[in-house]
């Protein structure tokens, strides 16, 4: 299976930026969709973020629209989650995943199959 490392979390102060990476080792990576989710403690794992193959198509939990942005670089095998005005509530680990079929493209949490380990984002107020 495909192997997902996330990178670039962090603490950070509230309104401030990070920029999550994740880079996929699959060669065919570049048409599958792929999400970001995250978890806080004690909270279930929720979606934030999606795009599909192409990049053409993006979706955002309601709870980061207008301030995260996703975007992939098929060339580099990488997805981005900038992260932008954050907020204390943004405290969690965030997952990167790839959905379980290529060319589809969903928000569903269960139809993604593969996720990285994920990356720890600590926003202070």
């Known amino acids: 299976q495909v192997q997902l490392v996330e990178s670039g979390g962090g603490l950070v102060q509230a309104g401030g930026s990070l920029r999550l990476s994740c880079a996929a080792s699959g060669r065919t990576f570049s048409i599958y969709a792929m999400g970001w989710f995250r978890q806080a403690p004690g909270k279930e794992r929720e979606f934030v973020a999606a795009i599909n193959w192409s990049g053409g198509r993006l979706d955002y939990g309601d709870y980061v629209k207008g301030r995260f942005s996703i975007s992939r670089d098929n060339a580099k095998n990488t997805v981005y989650l900038q992260m932008n005005s954050l907020k204390p509530e943004d405290t969690a680990v965030y997952y990167c995943?790839?959905?379980?079929?290529?060319?589809?493209?969903?928000?569903?949490?269960?139809?993604?199959?593969?996720w990285g380990q994920g990356t720890q984002v600590t926003v202070s107020s």
């Open positions: 995943a790839r959905v379980g079929g290529y060319y589809v493209y969903t928000v569903d949490i269960d139809r993604y199959a593969d």
